[in-house]
T-cell receptor, first 111, second 113 residues
């Protein structure tokens, strides 16, 4: 039973447009959510996070939205750049320490 | 560098052998995590240390897997009697305290022949 799901394995967008990556979760105990970005042969790199007491967090071109009632979060990247091309992982935690990851979405930003 | 360091970067060994994977976390980070990532999947939690003690080892798949962090800094993941299904990228991460964003190393790619 996968508790964090990223239903789109891949997404392709044009440079300058918005990228929207989605993530669904099933465990209502999750209270902290994160997005990581991963390039080939490197470890994941932290991008942005959100606590369950908020519904939006913004950091530059990156915004994360949380809809607790729908158990859904999304990452918006505006404007998208070719350097944003990577695998994006959604992660969630219910307690200090352990994070549960989705299987990732491969984003391709075309020049 | 100042990031999480994992050695070796690649390890190829035969089925049945014993392997040790090392993780050197960011200096001062008290929390350390091990994950395993298979192709096409996200990182899968194995074990989490707070200081020297294993705070949560619920992700270790069986008793062939063991991890230590004797001085609260470097950690070693040990796998006995390796099986082909153990082949994966083993990722280590650290954070300044629990429930903070984790900083990952580049992983050890383990291949069991």
């Amino acid at each position: 039973d996968q508790q964090v799901k990223q239903n789109s394995p891949s997404l392709s967008v044009q440079e300058g447009r918005i990228s929207i990556l989605n993530c669904d979760y099933t465990n209502s105990m999750f209270d902290y959510f994160l997005w990581y970005k991963k390039y080939p042969a490197e470890g994941p790199t932290f991008l942005i996070s959100i606590s369950s007491i908020k519904d939006k967090n913004e950091d530059g071109r990156f915004t994360v939205f949380l809809n607790k009632s729908a158990k859904h979060l999304s990452l918006h990247i505006v404007p998208s750049q070719p350097g944003d091309s990577a695998v994006y992982f959604c992660a969630a935690s219910a307690e200090a320490g352990k994070s549960t990851f989705g299987d990732g979405t491969t984003l391709t930003v075309k020049p | 560098g100042a990031g999480v360091s994992q050695t070796p970067s690649n390890k190829v060994t035969e089925k049945g052998k014993y392997v040790e994977l090392r993780c050197d976390p960011i200096s001062g980070h008290t929390a350390l995590y091990w994950y395993r990532q298979s192709l096409g999947q996200g990182p899968e939690f194995l074990i989490y240390f707070q200081g020297t003690g294993a705070a949560d080892d619920s992700g270790l798949p069986n008793d062939r897997f063991f991890a230590v962090r004797p001085e609260g800094s470097v950690s070693t993941l040990k796998i006995q009697r390796t099986e082909r299904g153990d082949s994966a990228v083993y990722l280590c991460a650290s954070s300044s305290r629990p429930n903070q964003p984790q900083h990952f190393g580049d992983g050890t790619r383990l291949s069991i022949l």
